[in-house]
């Protein structure tokens, strides 16, 4: 597949690491290097990442993806915190 | 009882979050537990949904129905007897148990969900739950969890 100048979502998927996933997970690699080369700490790294992953994951893929992936990872995250709250260990 | 809370609990949330933003169930089809969950969304309804009239028959017509009430009273006195017979407390809550492994298809039905939108991230996240969720269920049972 031939990409259009510019058309930064197909050069980096297609041409450049030739899977969806696999560029969200060096989109994230890239980003948690150089946030921990920039030392500005754990909170700020991980509140940093929140939107910063969201438009990465939304530039190259596309919003019905996220939106479910995003909707499991929200389920799992309300699942720790009411076994946090009522959990019966 | 640790990891089978857990493993519920994450199940009923995704299941709620999926269902209240319209991305399973949307167009009726539902499996156990999302047919569970979507009656209690639309509690005024719970009668004609398909769990309650597949466990209990059609409600307005108990006294003709040959598949729900039948059926739930021929597996109680199964179950009793086995009880009786053993002494066995696990046989008691072999329907429970059973619904439980049930509810794996609900992880299937999330996990078809996501491999429509791409594959490999949906079988690395629900594939080793949808396997150990089973084993967790067996061990529920076993009374080892």
Same mark, same amino acid.
């Given at each position: ?6 058309? @930064?979502?197909?050069?980096?998927? #297609? ?15 890239? *980003?948690?290097?150089?946030? &921990? ?18 438009? +990465?994951? @939304?530039?190259? %893929?596309?919003? %019905?993806?996220? *939106? ?14 009411? #076994?946090?709250?009522?959990? #019966?260990? | ?8 609990? $994450?199940?009923?949330?995704?299941? @709620? ?14 499996? +156990?537990? &999302?047919?569970?969950?979507?009656? +209690? ?33 021929? /597996? ?10 053993? =002494? ?16 794996? %298809? ?11 939108? #791409?594959?490999? /991230? ?6 080793? $739950?949808? $396997?150990?969720?089973? +084993? ?5 049972? =076993?009374?080892?969890?």
């Amino acid at each position: 597949m031939i990409c259009n100048l510019l058309d @930064l979502r197909c050069i980096i998927v #297609n041409e450049l690491i030739g899977n969806v996933l696999l560029s969200v997970v060096l989109g994230a690699v890239v *980003y948690f290097m150089i946030a &921990s080369r920039m030392k500005f700490g754990f909170d700020t790294t991980i509140a940093f990442s929140i939107p910063l992953l969201l438009i +990465l994951g @939304l530039a190259i %893929s596309s919003f %019905s993806v996220i *939106y479910a992936f995003v909707t499991v990872i929200v389920g799992f995250m309300l699942a720790f915190l009411f #076994n946090q709250i009522v959990g #019966n260990r | 009882m640790g990891k089978m809370v857990t493993y519920l609990s $994450i199940l009923i949330f995704i299941d @709620l979050l999926m269902i209240v933003t319209g991305q399973i169930c949307a167009s009726g089809t539902c499996t +156990l537990s &999302s047919t569970i969950i979507a009656s +209690l969304l639309n509690i005024g309804e719970i009668t004609f949904k398909g769990f309650f009239t597949g466990l209990i028959g059609v409600f307005s017509d108990l006294g003709s129905s040959t598949t729900g009430l039948f059926s739930l009273i021929g /597996a109680g006195a199964v179950i009793v007897t086995s009880f009786i017979a053993t =002494r066995e407390f696990r046989i008691l809550i072999i329907p429970m148990t059973a619904t439980l492994a049930l509810l794996t %298809s609900d992880f299937i039905i999330i996990s078809s969900k996501l491999i429509s939108l #791409n594959p490999v /991230a949906a079988i690395f996240i629900m594939g080793p $739950i949808s $396997i150990i969720y089973t +084993l967790t269920v067996m061990e529920w049972w =076993r009374g080892k969890d």
